[in-house]
T-cell receptor, first 116, second 113 residues
């Protein structure tokens, strides 16, 4: 079974600076998807960014980018020019490409605080 | 806007009194999920439907049941809530295309008194 590990329960960053959230995963599969989700306090979880394992190029979405290291099974999220609205729980998640594997496997999350 | 709607946003129930949480979607997604999320923890999958096919996680207690009468609606029934069932319950939808990710509802926070 796949597992996802987020080793940083909490992180903090100054507004306008850059922060990197770590995620590692364990799988024997060669093709899969990885995701970062953001969950602001008392608000719904939203997709931040996704990465297809067969693509070598790291995904980017505006201020959010990932560093995907397939051999190391590492998938970190970099937030540039941090804003107060980035404060949230961030969850890393894995999804298999195997038929019938519709479910996401989540890490335990990292709570990000943005200091003004 | 296409979305996933959960009602109610907050639910208080008595210990042992059956409670039903609801989820509706306008995305026409064929997969619907129920997750339980306790404070500062990762969401834990309880079960999911692919169309009408029900898939229960092995460690989901029998106290939790689900119904999906049609594509748009899915219900979570807790037959006899205990104090340990107090949590946020998240509904999510997806297509079966694995790269699609999930669309989540805002969640229902359940309190058991």
């Amino acid at each position: 079974a796949q597992t996802v590990t987020q080793s940083q329960p909490e992180m903090s960053v100054q507004e306008a600076e850059t922060v990197t959230l770590s995620c590692t995963y364990d799988t024997s599969e060669s093709d899969y998807y990885l995701f970062w989700y953001k969950q602001p306090p008392s608000r719904q979880m939203i997709l931040v960014i996704r990465q297809e394992a067969y693509k070598q190029q790291n995904a980017t979405e505006n201020r959010f980018s990932v560093n995907f290291q397939k051999a190391a099974k590492s998938f970190s999220l970099k937030i540039s020019d941090s804003q107060l609205g980035d404060a949230a729980m961030y969850f890393c998640a894995y999804r298999s490409l195997k038929g019938g594997s519709e479910k996401l496997v989540f890490g335990k999350g990292t709570k990000l605080t943005v200091n003004p | 806007d296409a979305m996933v709607i959960q009602n109610p946003r907050y639910q208080v129930t008595q210990f042992g009194k059956p409670v039903t949480l609801s989820c509706s979607q306008t995305l026409n997604h064929n997969v619907m999920y129920w997750y339980q999320q306790k404070s500062s923890q990762a969401p834990k999958l309880l079960f999911h439907y692919y169309d009408k096919d029900f898939n229960n996680e092995a460690d989901t207690p029998d106290n939790f049941q689900s119904r999906r009468p049609n594509t748009s609606f899915c219900f979570l029934d807790i037959r006899s809530p205990g104090l340990g069932d107090a949590a946020m319950y998240l509904c999510a939808t997806s297509t079966r295309q694995t790269g699609a990710g999930y669309t989540f509802g805002s969640g229902t926070r359940l309190t058991v008194v």
